[in-house]
């Protein structure tokens, strides 16, 4: 696993496993989002499975898939009204992370300045400077 914080109480992630679930609980995480589609890729464990290993370790869980570098305004909508809204530490994950990521400067729930978001997004290896103009960068 390669969690990589970028604010407090909120890290991204590549792609994740059920068996994982148990390492992100110890780790503090109150709830999980996935941003991967159900079947992106073959033997992908569907958002069922990975909802039942995360809530049996009592974390949340939450599916706001996203592909094809859209971003809708519902799923950014829902992305910070699931960071704003939970009781601990959450974890975003996708493929490789850059949408989590990405949607979280979208959503931006700390109300951070445009340049901050990429500056956290880069501390975190990932390089938004494409969305820059979605940003008010």
């Given at each position: 696993?390669?969690?990589?914080?970028?604010?407090?109480?909120?890290?991204?992630s590549?792609?994740?496993?059920?068996?994982?679930?148990?390492?992100?609980?110890?780790?503090?995480?109150?709830?999980?989002?996935?941003?991967?589609?159900?079947?992106?890729?073959?033997?992908?464990?569907?958002?069922?499975?990975?909802?039942?290993?995360?809530?049996?370790?009592?974390?949340?869980?939450?599916?706001?898939?996203?592909?094809?570098?859209?971003?809708?305004?519902?799923?950014?909508?829902?992305f910070?009204?699931?960071?704003?809204?939970a009781?601990?530490?959450?974890?975003a994950?996708?493929?490789?992370?850059?949408?989590?990521?990405t949607?979280?400067?979208?959503?931006?729930?700390?109300?951070l300045?445009?340049?901050?978001?990429?500056?956290?997004?880069?501390?975190?290896?990932?390089?938004?400077?494409?969305?820059?103009?979605?940003?008010?960068?």
């Amino acid at each position: 696993m390669d969690i990589r914080p970028v604010a407090p109480g909120f890290a991204v992630s590549p792609k994740i496993g059920p068996d994982d679930m148990a390492k992100l609980a110890a780790q503090g995480f109150a709830a999980v989002i996935c941003n991967r589609p159900d079947d992106e890729e073959e033997g992908q464990c569907d958002s069922g499975t990975m909802r039942s290993a995360a809530e049996a370790e009592g974390m949340a869980y939450h599916h706001i898939p996203v592909s094809g570098g859209n971003f809708p305004a519902d799923a950014v909508d829902a992305f910070r009204t699931v960071r704003t809204g939970a009781s601990g530490p959450v974890l975003a994950f996708c493929r490789t992370g850059t949408r989590a990521i990405t949607l979280e400067a979208l959503a931006n729930p700390d109300g951070l300045s445009p340049s901050d978001l990429l500056e956290q997004a880069q501390a975190a290896g990932y390089d938004l400077s494409g969305i820059a103009d979605r940003l008010g960068a």
